[in-house]
């Protein structure tokens, strides 16, 4: 009998200890302390409660802001420090991070740009991000191998039927503006003309890292309309007859060879 009030106890301390963490979780992201989490504080030393809780807070929310000043390198020097800093603690008040690892935080800041009123006048920003957000993703991930993949073989076996698939760790992005421009020219070691004509207009992108540099590469039309129909995951018969205009049995074996496609 014993044994099970101390199990019962054990269980509801538990309970309370993981709805604490919870809600210390949600307190640190308002813009205002909680009078329930600050109760829960005990007093130390000359600071008060309400005290210590805010130096947390702001430790925290600080580290994510770095966090997020770095990955966004780009972006904070387009529109500056102080406003990259208040767009910034407005995402993370608002945005829970899913791992222990700032490094993979920060995926939906492109997102949240892209319907953040004060960046609207620099319509291109939230594009941008998205470029950062890409490079970042190549960098840290695996490194893309040169394909020893037969296609022949591939090709031979399942015929029309076989389905290729974009390499792990290579991205596709397509922006109305010049963002490869915006992103070459706000480099550190970028040299030249600093300005970017808009008027440009679109790109489409490839992002990959093939080795220790993450390459930015332009896309033709074709080339888009190719990798975007691999994505989709169609069949190889299917994408000849969408895109006859192409020559894909030239095409594809120098993706194999660059390491884009696998099968």
């Known amino acids: 009998m014993e044994s099970h009030e101390k ?15 919870s809600h210390f979780q949600v307190a640190i992201r308002k ?3 909680e009078p329930t989490i600050i109760s829960s504080i005990s ?12 130096i947390y807070r702001a430790s925290i929310i600080g580290n994510h802001i770095k966090a997020l000043r770095e990955l966004y390198c780009v972006c904070d020097k387009l529109v500056g420090p102080d406003f990259f800093t208040a767009m910034a603690e407005l995402f993370v008040v608002n945005t829970e991070s899913d791992s222990s690892d700032l490094g993979e935080y920060g ?8 319907h953040f009123p004060p960046a609207q006048s620099l319509a291109y920003l939230a594009d941008v991000a998205r470029l950062e957000w890409c490079w970042h993703l190549a960098y840290t991930g695996p490194e ?9 073989r591939a090709t031979e076996e399942l015929g029309d039927s076989v389905i290729f698939y974009l390499a792990t760790n290579l991205y596709l992005l397509r922006s109305q503006h010049p963002i490869h421009r915006i992103w070459e020219v706000n480099q550190e ?3 030249g003309e600093e300005v970017v004509d808009l008027a440009l207009g679109g790109v ?15 896309l033709t039309q074709d080339e888009w309309e190719l990798l975007t ?7 190889l018969g299917t994408i000849c007859q969408e895109l006859a205009h192409l020559d894909i049995a030239l095409i594809l074996p120098q993706w194999f060879q660059k390491g884009w496609l696998t099968h």
């Open 31 to 33: 813009l205002h302390s």
């Open 204 to 218: 489409c992108l490839l992002i990959w890292r093939p080795e220790l540099d993450v390459h930015i590469q332009i």
């Open 43 to 54: 007093e130390q030393g000359v600071l008060t409660s309400a005290e210590r809780f805010d």
């Open 144 to 152: 893309i191998k040169f394909a020893a993949d037969d296609i022949k």
């Open 107 to 114: 995926s939906e800041f492109p997102n949240f740009i892209s």
């Open 189 to 191: 070691d970028a040299s």
């Open 7 to 21: 199990q019962s106890s054990s269980a509801a301390m538990a309970l309370e200890l993981c709805h604490l963490q």
């Open 229 to 235: 129909s691999i994505a989709k995951g169609l069949n």
